[in-house]
């Protein structure tokens, strides 16, 4: 009797809603759109709830600080900074951590939520990239996720400038000399943020406005647009089983993606507070108030922000001199480089790949990485690059803590910077076309079971298992990288692309643009093309397995014979097997 009668509420609620907003047929069609159920599609989840996260908190403390300059003796309950000169700002972040009730949580947990952020988006662009989410029709929705990266690492930069302790302060002083070495806008740019000389009077008020109002603002405005369009455009999955273009295979939002998503803001929920609870961060009261003439050992900034440190670090001292104006190259060039070729990179990616290729089609299935080596090993170049500089930010520690000479640990950041994104390209080029050689192998030879047999005469065979149908249908999901029409892998570039302008489509209609064209663009455009396109490694070729225990000849893997005894299907020769190779699947 209750169950119908809460119905009947249910019902008369959702009614009344309906006559008046007219939102029942937009419930009714979207309450069961279908979401992918792989993992890696809930990594773009941690972000988010990261970041309603950061309004809770940040909403909490902005009732207890005093975005001021303003200089008084401290007399807060923190003893050993008693009596000491220090600005409001700084003094209210003492009180929030000692005095108000739960304010070193809220200020720990919102801390951590900002790491969280920023990770968690870097992660999730990573996934984006690595599969090829990025392709049309999503380039907008990939641009705007580039902006929020952007946009985030300057958020970040605002929020801890604002305690002005020791470490912030040396770190706002960095952004200032940055800022005023910039040609022709330097000056103002750095009035606009500061107020005048720095340190000044306002940069804390400036700062707080900027952090508190307008990013944010901006920020929740991206991210809205970002998720709009995230389910305006079908979502991308995976290749599998049943999983094409036209479709998309998990659960629908209510009750499935619902439910995991609840669940997974709930564990996101937890363990920033865990941390906020377990884990001390930014204790400002052991920094002391910034002073100009002072600065802390082994300082760094947070880790989003500390390859442009490391940049800092390993730039040596160049200048030039030219009419009277001195341009810092050693300050101008790690500030704007290392960013450059990151937020530059990430946005252009997209339309130089669509370039080089020639694909114009829609893709809603996504690559596995392996699948496209070069992407692959490129996305691993930068992440090496920023690795790297991010590790020389901390050179000065590392050269304690090792007893190394800093001047070493420069000479090695410096190579390092430029071997190591070369060096993870060729490792993880080799890693890709290793991988699409095994899933080759367990199409043509099957999985390994491990099992070892002995045939009457002699000859050890391995069992071998065809691959079940979700794991073939996940390998069979491969599709060639494509390439301009008329240029082959082999052809060594005698047919030239054209150079974008006009190019016709392929044959069938294909998106991709016909070989025409001449001239130094047309050719290199040719020459990368074939080589960053085309297939790799078949998977319905040989692929060289003589030698290794699986026969004689290569592709060679499966033996004939009846299920369940001594060459039957499955089981593979080990030394001088004479078995007949299993046409491919499908």
């Known amino acids: 009797m209750s169950r119908a ?76 900074l008693r009596g000491v000169l220090m600005s409001e700002a700084y003094a209210s972040s003492l009180e929030i951590s000692f005095n108000v009730r739960g304010g070193l949580l809220m200020r720990q947990m919102h801390h951590w939520a900002a790491l969280m ?20 029709p999503r380039e907008i929705n990939w641009l705007i996720g580039v902006a929020l990266l952007a946009l985030s690492l300057f958020e970040g930069l605002t929020g801890y400038s604002l305690l002005d302790d020791l470490l912030s302060g040396a770190g706002l002083r960095i952004t200032a000399g940055v800022a005023q070495s910039l040609p022709l806008v330097g000056t103002w740019l750095t009035f606009f943020l500061i107020g005048g000389e720095y340190p000044g009077d306002d940069v804390i008020g400036r700062f707080y406005t900027i952090h508190i109002l307008l990013l944010p603002g901006v920020l929740l405005a991206l991210i809205t647009a970002h998720m709009m369009l995230t389910w305006v455009l079908k979502h991308t999955q995976m290749p599998g089983k049943g999983r094409t273009n036209d479709n998309v295979v998990g659960g629908p939002f209510h009750p499935s993606f619902l439910g995991k998503s609840g669940a997974y803001f709930m564990f996101t929920f937890g363990i920033i507070a ?4 377990f884990a001390q961060i930014n204790p400002v009261w052991l920094f002391g108030p910034y002073t100009p003439s002072a600065i802390g050992a082994g300082s760094q900034p947070d880790f989003y922000l500390a390859f442009l440190d490391g940049s800092l670090r390993l730039t040596p001292g160049w200048e030039i001199n030219f009419l009277g104006f001195t341009l810092p190259m050693s300050v101008i060039l790690p500030a704007l480089a290392p960013m450059g070729i990151i ?36 996305g691993m170049s930068a992440v090496t690059f920023y690795g790297v500089l991010w590790l020389m930010a901390s050179n000065d520690v590392i050269s304690a803590y090792f007893r190394l000479s800093l001047n070493t640990m420069i000479v090695i950041g410096r190579v390092l910077v430029f071997a190591g994104p070369a060096l993870a390209y060729y490792v ?75 190019d016709d489509e392929g044959p069938g209609g294909t998106g991709v643009p016909s070989g025409r064209g001449h001239g130094r663009i047309a050719r290199l455009r040719a020459l990368m093309s074939r080589t960053y396109g085309g297939e790799k490694v078949p998977l319905d070729g040989e692929n060289g397995h003589s030698g290794n225990g699986h026969g004689d000849r290569p592709g060679e893997g499966y033996v ?13 020769a080990i030394g001088s097997g004479t078995g007949k190779r299993r046409p491919p699947i499908g």
Not at 122 to 129: D, K, T
Not at 346 to 366: C, F, K, M, N, Q
Not at 560 to 572: C, D, K
């Open 560 to 572: 004939s014979g009846e299920p369940g005894t001594e060459g039957s299907e499955g089981q593979a």
């Open 5 to 80: 009668h809460d119905r009947t509420r249910l019902a008369s609620t959702a009614g009344y809603l309906d006559d008046r907003l007219g939102a029942g047929n937009f419930v009714k069609r979207n309450i069961r759109k279908v979401f992918p159920d792989h993992w890696s599609f809930l990594l773009g989840e941690i972000p988010l709830y990261s970041f309603i996260i950061l309004l809770l908190t940040g909403t909490f403390l902005t009732l207890f600080f005093k975005a001021s300059m303003l200089e008084i003796p401290y007399q807060g309950a923190y003893e050993p």
């Open 117 to 136: 952020f920023i990770g968690g988006m870097m992660i999730h662009m990573l996934r984006v990239f690595f599969t090829g989410a990025y392709r049309k």
């Open 274 to 277: 865990l941390l906020g609870t």
């Open 428 to 502: 993880t080029y080799r890693i890709c076309l290793g991988l699409q050689r095994r899933d080759a192998a367990n199409l043509s030879h099957g999985v390994e079971t491990g099992v070892i047999r002995r045939r009457p005469t002699g000859e050890y065979i391995e069992v071998h298992v065809p691959p079940n149908e979700s794991i073939e249908a996940h390998i069979r999901g491969k599709q060639p990288v494509p390439m301009l029409a008329g240029v082959s892998e082999d052809d060594g570039g005698a047919r030239a692309a054209g150079d974008g302008a006009g």
């Open 343 to 378: 937020l530059a990179g990430l946005a252009l990616y997209p339309y130089a790949e669509r370039w080089v290729t020639g694909d114009s089609r829609e893709h809603h299935i996504a690559e596995r990485p392996r699948d496209n080596p070069h992407r692959t090993a490129i």
